[in-house]
């Protein structure tokens, strides 16, 4: 573990695929507090729109993982950087002002802490939203956090649990479970603001009932459900 007060370096992962549409503002937000971070790295899955001339634009460095999928695409970044935190940023995230400086922070004074996550706000009014976002504060908080809260965590301390999960889905999942066996995950409840473009697209309802339904298939089936949950959830 690291010397408690120790500034830790910090790199950011972007996984996108065909995401010019949602990037500028999650590139814009991490810009804005670029000197907390060491190196943004966008992780592409071979996109054929704009996503890739947008990240150069703002900076970021590219790579274009061999392998599609979200887990995949991560976990191949992960293994060119050299940061002591990585944190995962999805490209329909707007993080706070203070978020970067928030996470490097809270691990350079708590040695002990492998990760966590920043926790999260839909762009949406409606009230199911704020019951969702409840309930997903109440995971994290107990030390299963996911994707969209922004996840981060030691690089060096992860790879004794076999490092970032490399499976093209459910890899937050994973990777909470594999923080939770080196201790608790911490909250920081700076929430980054996320888009609800996938429950709007699908319908609440019938889209959470898809998310649980896919968290049950794989704590049930393990890796092995990973190839059907991909297509499904991205048919």
């Not at 996503?51 to 970044?77: K, P």
Request: proline content about 5%; charged content about 25%.
């Amino acid at each position: 573990m690291t010397h408690p007060g120790r500034k830790l370096s910090l790199a950011v992962v972007i996984p996108t695929l065909n995401e010019g549409a949602a990037l500028g503002p999650a590139l814009e937000s991490i810009s804005a507090q670029r000197d907390q971070a060491a190196q943004v790295l966008v992780a592409d899955g071979g996109s054929t729109d704009r996503t890739v001339a947008m990240a150069l634009e703002h900076g970021a460095s590219v790579i274009v993982g061999s392998r599609r999928g979200r887990g995949c695409q991560i976990a191949s970044a992960v293994r060119q950087i050299y940061a002591d935190i990585i944190l995962v940023v999805h490209a329909d995230m707007i993080l706070p002002a203070d978020a970067l400086a928030l996470v490097r922070d809270r691990l350079s004074k708590s040695p002990d802490c492998p990760g966590g996550c920043l926790g999260h706000r839909f762009d949406r009014p409606e009230v199911l939203y704020r019951v969702l976002e409840w309930w997903d504060r109440r995971r994290a908080l107990a030390g299963m956090s996911y994707g969209d809260q922004a996840q981060f965590f030691r690089r060096d301390v992860l790879e004794s649990q076999g490092g970032f999960p490399d499976q093209p889905i459910m890899e937050d999942v994973e990777l909470s479970r594999r923080l939770s066996r080196l201790g608790h995950p911490a909250y920081l409840d700076c929430p980054v603001t996320v888009s609800a473009r996938r429950f709007e697209r699908l319908g609440w309802w019938r889209a959470s009932l898809r998310n649980l339904s896919m968290r049950l298939s794989y704590r049930r089936h393990g890796l092995q459900a990973c190839p059907s949950l991909y297509r499904r959830y991205y048919r």
